[in-house]
């Protein structure tokens, strides 16, 4: 089920099974903060703030612009359709990912703001509960065999549904309180016909690996680790082919 609402220079897409009393001021860090819900933030590229309130737990992320552009262009994005938008798009695909069981974080809302000529966009989910980075695990000492075949199956039954993950890496792969995982942040994704392109994903996720390796003193990649890996991905493809 999907609501949408329209208020100045906003227009928003949102789930109202997952928030009842919504509002624009839910896109706002400010808002959560003056009622005492605001519960942290997240490191990395993006801004990425975390509440409660109605029981439930959420995730906000503002679209933020990273390389050398990101220097002087922070977070606007050029276009005046909030369909064609990276906000709406990103909702959309994790909508299908849901609807295909696919683990994702569940998406509650999205924000198209009219700039300028352009906009700016924010995202809203569900916090996925005990969340830890694929990362943050490597560096607390690493992964046990079966979990690296965990992480390459759900790797497969993505690419299997065609489902393209523009910045496929050790961060965007999170293992939930419940040692489940799922991918996260699928800004610029989109779904693809079969091609190169899983292999240059898979290609990305090493690189990856391979930067959080030289980050830290424990060796958290080892060649037993991504071969176990590379197990999970294609005996879960061809597990599911069978079926």
Not at 92 to 99: I, M, T, Y
Request: charged share 25%; hydrophobic share 40%; with cysteine.
């Amino acid at each position: 089920m999907m609501s949408r609402l329209e208020s100045g220079d906003s227009v928003m897409l949102y789930d109202p099974s997952l928030c009842g009393n919504f509002a624009p001021e839910w896109f706002d860090p400010t808002y959560w903060q003056q009622r005492g819900a605001l519960a942290g933030a997240a490191p990395g590229r993006g801004s990425t703030w975390f509440f409660a309130t109605e029981g439930r737990e959420y995730a906000l992320r503002h679209y933020r612009r990273g390389g050398l552009i990101g220097r002087f262009n922070p977070d606007w994005y050029l276009g005046a359709d909030p369909q064609r938008s990276r906000p709406f798009r990103e909702f959309s695909l994790l909508q299908q990912c849901a609807q295909a069981g696919l683990p994702v974080a569940t998406v509650v809302a999205a924000r198209f703001l009219r700039a300028a000529n352009g906009y700016r966009g924010d995202l809203l989910t569900l916090r996925v509960p005990g969340a830890r980075t694929l990362a943050t695990r490597l560096r607390e000492g690493g992964l046990s065999v079966d979990e690296w075949r965990t992480v390459g199956g759900v790797i497969g039954a993505f690419h299997q549904a065609g489902i393209w993950h523009a910045d496929l890496n050790a961060h965007n792969i999170l293992f939930d309180a419940e040692g489940a995982v799922r991918l996260i942040d699928f800004d610029r994704g989109r779904v693809r016909p079969p091609g190169w392109w899983k292999d240059a994903n898979l290609a990305r996720l090493r690189r990856s690996l391979c930067k959080v390796a030289d980050a830290t003193p424990v060796v958290p990649v080892d060649e037993a680790g991504w071969a176990a890996l590379l197990d999970g991905y294609f005996f879960g493809i061809a597990e599911r082919a069978v079926r």
